[in-house]
């Protein structure tokens, strides 16, 4: 099995996680942030000291991916390679939006829940968002992408299935979707300890990133995908 230091930064939230034989054995979170060029150095310190003390092998370091906070990510992915430079690790890259819906799966969705889809939403100005959809397996039913939100933005997968919104971009958007298989959950954040199914499936199958090249998506890279006449 596998070691896995888990660093979240992707927005006002930093947390850190350590997961080992596919368990949470360690993890720090501030939500006072951002805070992250403070506490993600002092986080990551215990985390190694932890992986140090316990004498189990660091195999790997999986980092939020973004979408998110420009100089969050920044942080973040520049902690990874650190680490991963200085402890012959290998390097995993989580999508901040696929994470999001982890906690959704393990704590809010009944068993019985007729087939929903999940929508993770990050803020951005007026009524614009960064989501995707995904189903109740964590399969991509439509790529991430900066969206403008209207009554129609989500409607024909809505007049299909219920879909959950969650995310720090959810709550406004919720008025103006307005349908009644729409459904909000509040108080979802992307956390380190949530990366651990994703990190570890990722690891068992071998999907490293390279440590020199790996960039995260920053927010800028979605919009400028937006239609012109939009911006």
């Not at 939403?121 to 969206?147: H, Q, T």
Request: charged share 25%; aromatic share 8%.
């Amino acid at each position: 099995m596998s070691c896995i230091l888990h660093i979240e930064t992707s927005t006002n939230v930093c947390s850190v996680a350590v997961s080992h034989d596919g368990t949470v054995i360690f993890e720090k979170e501030d939500f006072s942030g951002p805070n992250h060029a403070e506490q993600l150095g002092v986080y990551v310190d215990e985390a190694l000291s932890f992986i140090d003390q316990s004498l189990i092998p660091l195999d790997a370091v999986a980092v939020s991916a973004g979408p998110g906070s420009y100089t969050g990510l920044r942080i973040g992915v520049s902690m990874a390679k650190g680490i991963c430079y200085g402890r012959d690790a290998k390097l995993i890259s989580i999508p901040t939006l696929e994470l999001m819906c982890v906690p959704v799966l393990l704590r809010e969705l009944a068993a019985e829940e007729p087939e929903p889809l999940l929508c993770p939403m990050l803020d951005a100005r007026r009524m614009e968002v960064y989501a995707g959809l995904w189903s109740r397996a964590l399969k991509p039913v439509r790529e991430i992408g900066a969206d403008i939100v209207t009554a129609e933005t989500y409607k024909e997968y809505l007049d299909k299935q219920p879909v959950y919104f969650f995310g720090n971009g959810a709550a406004k958007c919720m008025e103006t979707i307005n349908h009644p298989n729409a459904h909000l959950i509040e108080d979802i954040s992307p956390l380190a300890k949530y990366m651990m199914p994703l990190a570890e499936r990722r690891f068992n199958d071998g999907k490293f990133e390279d440590v020199a090249y790996f960039t995260p998506s920053y927010l800028k890279d979605y919009v400028a995908k937006l239609p012109k006449k939009l911006l």
